[in-house]
C-alpha cells in the first residue's frame, strides 16, 4: 500500500530554471513531511521538512509548499544547478517521532 | 561527530542462505529504523528499535527481524534467502530532537 506518491520517476530542467518535484499521499493522519535528497552510493540526506501547521517553508533555494486539502506537496528548487542533480525522495509521518513512509523518488537532472 | 556506519558495504548471498547487517547510529541516537530500497519501489519501511525494542514495523514477512543493543547498535537479519530480496538496505538513526540520519546502506545481492 504505497501510501506516499512521486508519480515522476525522472525529471529533466536547465541550469539556472526552477526543479519542481511532486509528491502525493494518501493518509490524512499525516502530519509531517519531509524531503531527502540521494546522491548514487550514499545515504539520503534531509533536505528540508513541513509540518502541517504551515503551507510553505523556505530554505535558501528550496521551497516546500503543502497542500493538505489535496493532500500534496512540491518542492521547488530556484535556480536549479548541476549539483542538484540527485534522487528526491518525499516522506510523510504522523509525526516528527513517528516512523517516515517515503515515495519511490524522482530523479533529478540539472543539466548545464 | 561520526555518522551513521552501516556493514558490510556489499554482500553477496546465495538463495536459502541468511545475513545478518549491522547498524551503528550516531552517537546519542536511541532510535535505529530500517529500511529496503529497491528500484521503483522506493525506501520502504522495515522496522524501528528505541532503546531496544520494536517500536513499529513495516509489511514485510517474518524472514525479516532485527535486534537493537543496549549500545543502540542495531543488526537486521534475513532468513532463507530470495532473490527479491536484493536491494540495497539503509539504516537511520535519529533522537527525539532530530531528523534522521541514514548510513551508506548495504547492497545485498542474492544469486
Known amino acids: 500500500d504505497q501510501q506516499v506518491k512521486q508519480n515522476s520517476p525522472s525529471l529533466s530542467v536547465q541550469e539556472g530554471r526552477i526543479s519542481i518535484l511532486n509528491c502525493d499521499y494518501t493518509n490524512s493522519m499525516f502530519d509531517y513531511f519531509l524531503w531527502y535528497k540521494k546522491y548514487p552510493a550514499e545515504g539520503p540526506t534531509f533536505l528540508i521538512s513541513?509540518?502541517?501547521?504551515?503551507d510553505k517553508n523556505e530554505d535558501g533555494r528550496f521551497t516546500v509548499f503543502l497542500n493538505k486539502s489535496a493532500k500534496h506537496l512540491s518542492l521547488h528548487i530556484v535556480p536549479s544547478q548541476p549539483g542538484d542533480s540527485a534522487v528526491y525522495f518525499c516522506?510523510?509521518?504522523?509525526?516528527?517521532?513517528?516512523?517516515?513512509?517515503f515515495g519511490a523518488g524522482t530523479r533529478l537532472t540539472v543539466k548545464p | 561527530k561520526a555518522g551513521v556506519t552501516q556493514t558490510p558495504r556489499y554482500l553477496i548471498k546465495t538463495r536459502g542462505q541468511q545475513v545478518t547487517l549491522s547498524c551503528s547510529p550516531i552517537s546519542g541516537h536511541r532510535s535505529v529504523s530500517w529500511y529496503q530500497q529497491t528500484p521503483g519501489q522506493g525506501l520502504q519501511f522495515l522496522f524501528e528499535y528505541f532503546s531496544e525494542t520494536q517500536r513499529n514495523k513495516g509489511n514485510f514477512p517474518g524472514r525479516f527481524s532485527g535486534r537493537q543493543f543496549s549500545n543502540s547498535r542495531s543488526e537486521m537479519n534475513v532468513s532463507t534467502l530470495e532473490l527479491g530480496d536484493s536491494a540495497l538496505y539503509l539504516c537511520?538513526?535519529?533522537?527525539?530532537?532530530?531528523?534522521?540520519?541514514f548510513g551508506q546502506g548495504t547492497r545485498l545481492t542474492v544469486v
Open positions: 513541513i509540518s502541517s501547521i504551515k
Open positions: 537511520a538513526s535519529s533522537s527525539e530532537y532530530t531528523e534522521a540520519f
Open positions: 516522506a510523510a509521518s504522523a509525526n516528527v517521532w513517528d516512523d517516515m513512509r
